[in-house]
T-cell receptor, first 111, second 112 residues
Framework: GNSVTQMEGPVTLSEEAFLTINCTYTATGYPSLFWYVQYPGEGLQLLLKATKADDKGSNKGFEATYRKETTSFHLEKGSVQVSDSAVYFCAEGGGYQKVTFGTGTKLQVIP | NAGVTQTPKFRILKIGQSMTLQCTQDMNHNYMYWYRQDPGMGLKLIYYSVGAGITDKGEVPNGYNVSRSTTEDFPLRLELAAPSQTSVYFC???????????FGSGTRLTVV
């Protein structure tokens, strides 16, 4: 079946540092791609999405570009804040039985 | 604007007991899902529904049952609880097949 691979965490950064969390997927065709964020004790929240090749999803200073040629959807942010500390999940699909989540990457931002 | 509401937030069950996890959404979404989240394992789909009266198995359905009598409600039933069912359970909904999901805040279940 399809799989989504994320870089293992935890990722620890100082405030205002640049963030990259790598994500690659195996689905063929043109699946929709998503990043979700989970804060402690809460459910997952949709952070951004892209539905076709070369699309860039963006929200709250986070960005990710749908790269069909490398089957990747890396998450980036130019300057992280302490409030960005959370677990980030990459996901592919969008069909009701075809969404596949990565295992999550924990981000810790220290002042 | 409630979104997806799950109850209870926490529960401890003894082996062999049964319980129902409740999930309600107020967004008129047709698609609803149940996932379980185990540490370091991501999310696994248990059951899903594409509308009232229609349900189907996901990746890990054994030991669970669901029903969808209304658009709003999608309860998950655990029969004969086992320690392997200790997990955090999330309900989610979506308006269509390519949009993102709205998740509830989860139910942390421990089976002892």
């Amino acid at each position: 079946g399809n799989s989504v691979t994320q870089m293992e965490g935890p990722v620890t950064l100082s405030e205002e540092a640049f963030l990259t969390i790598n994500c690659t997927y195996t689905a063929t065709g043109y699946p929709s791609l998503f990043w979700y964020v989970q804060y402690p004790g809460e459910g997952l929240q949709l952070l951004l999405k892209a539905t076709k090749a070369d699309d860039k999803g963006s929200n709250k200073g986070f960005e990710a570009t749908y790269r069909k040629e490398t089957t990747s959807f890396h998450l980036e942010k130019g300057s992280v804040q302490v409030s960005d500390s959370a677990v980030y999940f990459c996901a592919e699909g969008g069909g009701y039985q075809k969404v596949t989540f990565g295992t999550g990457t924990k981000l810790q931002v220290i002042p | 604007n409630a979104g997806v509401t799950q109850t209870p937030k926490f529960r401890i069950l003894k082996i062999g007991q049964s319980m129902t996890l409740q999930c309600t959404q107020d967004m008129n979404h047709n698609y609803m899902y149940w996932y379980r989240q185990d540490p370091g394992m991501g999310l696994k789909l248990i059951y899903y529904s594409v509308g009232a009266g229609i349900t189907d198995k996901g990746e890990v359905p054994n030991g669970y049952n669901v029903s969808r009598s209304t658009t709003e409600d999608f309860p998950l039933r655990l029969e004969l609880a086992a320690p392997s069912q200790t997990s955090v359970y999330f309900c989610a909904s979506s308006a269509d097949r390519v949009g993102g999901y709205t998740f509830g805040s989860g139910t942390r279940l421990t089976v002892v």
